[in-house]
């Protein structure tokens, strides 16, 4: 089993940057790819991007590319999602996620555990 739990979420203007973070415990983080989706109201969850087990690979949605940037500190067992360059249509709750496959990895079902969500709203 491994708790996930995000934070860093809020309301930001068009243009500006958030940083969430997914904090970890439970079995060993290191042995999971870690990616990041996001659910905007009424829509489908949708994948974001996900990183590697080491950190040492990333894979991004085309939407976002250039503008957000998945890390991790494997000694914190925490993973980071920043986002820079922020828009309107980014609005969604974002949620964290692990699983035992590639970061390669988009489809969520492929991923087995989870975080609650948190709240990024974005005004123009």
């Known amino acids: 089993q491994v708790q996930l739990v995000e934070s860093g979420g809020g309301l930001v203007q068009a243009g500006g940057s958030l940083r969430l973070s997914c904090a970890a415990a439970g079995r060993t983080f290191s042995s999971y790819t870690m990616g990041w989706f996001r659910q905007a109201p009424g829509k489908e969850r949708e994948f974001v991007g996900a990183?590697?087990?080491?950190?040492?690979?990333?894979y991004y949605e085309d939407s976002v590319k250039g503008r957000f940037t998945i890390s991790r500190d494997n000694a914190k067992n925490t993973a980071y999602l920043q986002m820079n360059s922020l828009k309107p249509e980014d609005t969604a709750v974002y949620y964290c996620a692990a699983s035992m496959r590639t970061y390669y990895n988009t489809l969520a079902g492929n991923y087995d555990y989870w975080g609650q969500g948190t709240q990024v709203t974005v005004s123009s």
């Open positions: 990183i590697s087990r080491s950190g040492g690979g990333t």
